[in-house]
């Protein structure tokens, strides 16, 4: 069966980039000029989802707006002639179809996912986390909506982390099966480096069957009290293939103000207005150190 349905979680409160985020979602914050959530939605519409369901939460409005029309502001450039303006924001709201439902309490990613389970159905689904960016020459997506479109399995993406970010992710252990491929073991989110000899992280963007929402309804909490999305893939595990996919192209955790700032220069280095002027001036930063 195709993929046609994406599920991002949106409802979290992003107090990593306080005071940022005291009235603006973290996933409305722009690398370059364009919000965060917008090039995850794009590579939803890039790997060939259809729907995207956002799970959202109070004071997250914005982000469901950020994809609908906006006559006024249209009327506005309309008169100023700003035409390359305009359909740049009508190309917005045409992306993608959007629903929403609301995370009425902060209990967890897998809480979240669960949240989305009527909008879904019975049906397989990507995830797709607006912490994680990935530049890649086949969106990560797609790579790995291939690999389950073959398999009819669920699949996570994974990237190979050095031990001190080990605990900032689930990491799983796995048998190798191909180059990039793995068949998932058994997982464990954000373990200390001396509790797992595996540096194969979960990345945020997943394949799953349907069968992970009942699952995750009986899950217990996990680390820190919240109900784990790792954990209810590991579950899946044991009754299921996962498979893991170290995906090609390269992760930016935008989450993390390092990765944050990361992104937002390699961003602007592939902007053909911004690349020149940036190389210079970061040449001259270098320089004067
Ligand atoms: C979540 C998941 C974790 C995964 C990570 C990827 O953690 O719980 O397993 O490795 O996303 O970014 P979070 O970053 O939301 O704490």
Redesign the pocket.
């Known amino acids: 069966m195709k993929i046609k349905k994406a599920v991002i979680p949106v409802a979290?409160l992003g107090t990593r980039f306080l005071p940022a985020t005291k009235t603006v979602p973290k996933e409305l914050l722009p690398i370059v000029d364009i919000p965060a959530i917008q090039y995850v939605v794009q590579e939803a519409v890039d790997s060939g989802i259809s729907e995207v369901i956002f799970v959202t939460g109070r004071g997250k409005d914005s982000i469901e707006d950020h994809f609908d029309e906006s006559p006024e502001l249209e009327q506005v450039l309309e008169q100023r002639g700003q035409k390359e303006t305009l359909k740049g924001l009508r190309q917005i709201a045409a992306m993608i179809e959007v629903v929403s439902v609301r995370q009425k309490k902060p209990l967890g990613?897998g809480h979240a996912v669960l949240c989305a389970r009527d909008l879904v159905g019975e049906e397989p689904f990507a995830v797709l986390?607006s912490?994680?960016l990935i530049d890649a020459p086949s969106p990560c997506l797609r790579q790995l909506l291939e690999i389950s479109e073959e398999k009819k399995e669920s699949v996570i993406a994974l990237r190979r982390v050095p031990d001190h970010e080990v605990q900032?992710?689930?990491?799983v252990q796995g048998k190798q099966l191909g180059d990039r491929l793995y068949e998932v073991e058994s997982m464990v989110?954000?373990p200390h480096p001396n509790e797992t000899t595996s540096r194969l992280?979960?990345?945020?963007r997943y394949i799953l069957r349907p069968e992970i929402f009942a699952l995750l309804e009986r899950a217990a909490p996990g680390k820190g009290g919240e109900i784990?999305?790792?954990d209810g893939i590991a579950d899946l595990a044991r009754q299921k293939k996962v498979y893991g996919y170290e995906f090609e192209g390269e992760h930016y955790?935008i989450?993390d103000k390092l990765g944050f700032v990361r992104a937002t220069v390699a961003y602007a280095l592939k902007r053909a207005d911004l690349k020149k002027p940036i190389r210079e001036y970061l040449r001259g930063v270098i320089d004067r150190k």
């Open positions: 979290g990613l986390l912490d994680d900032r992710y689930g990491i989110e954000k992280a979960i990345i945020g784990q999305l790792t955790d989450g």
